[in-house]
């Protein structure tokens, strides 16, 4: 895709997403109390199943600086054997990039600066080393509730996973949601599967910043037709190579700047397809809850399907 085609994409979403001088939640504006509570219909079994993957502590080729884990208490050589009497706390520590490779996590709106912006025309001067004054991740303070859809490319296609550098096409989208017998609408939290993460178990870790399977640019389109409220992936949802000439992250600039969506990346799916497959159906209700960190760029998140 030419810079000027995509260009010319950017500013088409842009227009396809109005949105008031002073908004700041984006897609969410379709994520409605009413659809929240008919998302709560979705709840059959009764059966939880976290999206997350754990967190990683050991460095490797897609996480160089992992998360830091430190107990500070007990003390070493203490257990509560050996302590003596009385009460006492096990205590520890922990410290992460929340924006990688390899943990799932929740992109605020404040996380894209394009053109000197961020969402909807707020200056880029917002984001200092003091962290966000806008757009943060306190705008998802109160949680998302609402209908989740699954969509299993690699099943539609009869692979196990994409091989990094393919792309995901709308065509490929409503493809999935024939094979699956599912539609996405208004308000739902779509979730993307290309088998990342099970090729990543059976294969090993690579550098994902330099090949990773995700969405072409146009699939963005179909974010926008169907008004979808926030947008999941066991990736980055950016292929790499990047397919746009001088934009590394382009599905990240049309969804998150030119939409104004919260995207989560580094999912895990896999329990969640054996669940979906099991039960005959592939929407749920999804309930995601980030940390309350009020002018970061983002969240560490563990989204939860309930069939």
Known sequence: MTADAFRALYEELRERSPRAPDDRRGTL?????????????????GRTVSLAAPIETLP???????AHHRMIA??????????????RFALDRF????HGDADSHLDALCHVLFDGELYNGVPASSVTS??????????????IVGRGVL????????VPWLEPGDHVTADDLTAAEAAQGVRVGPGDLLLVRVGH?????ERGAWNAARSRAGLHPTAVRFLVERQVSVLGADGNHDT??????????PVHVLAVHAMGLHLMDYLQFEELTDACTRAGRWSFLCVVAPLRLPSATGSPVNPIAVL
Do not use: K, Q, Y
């Open 240 to 249: 790499a190579p990047s397919a746009v000439a001088g934009i590394g992250f």
């Open 60 to 66: 490797g080729p897609d996480n160089p600086e992992p």
């Open 130 to 143: 003091e962290g966000a004054r806008e757009l943060s991740v306190e705008v998802v303070r109160d949680g």
């Open 29 to 45: 504006r379709h994520l409605t109390p009413e659809r929240v509570v008919a998302a709560a219909a979705e709840v059959r079994s």
């Open 95 to 98: 410290a992460m990039n929340v």
């Open 74 to 87: 007990p003390a070493a050589g203490e257990t509560g054997e050996t302590g003596g009497d009385g009460l």
């Open 197 to 201: 993460r099970r090729r990543r178990r």
């Open 151 to 158: 969509l299993d490319v690699p099943r539609l296609r009869g």
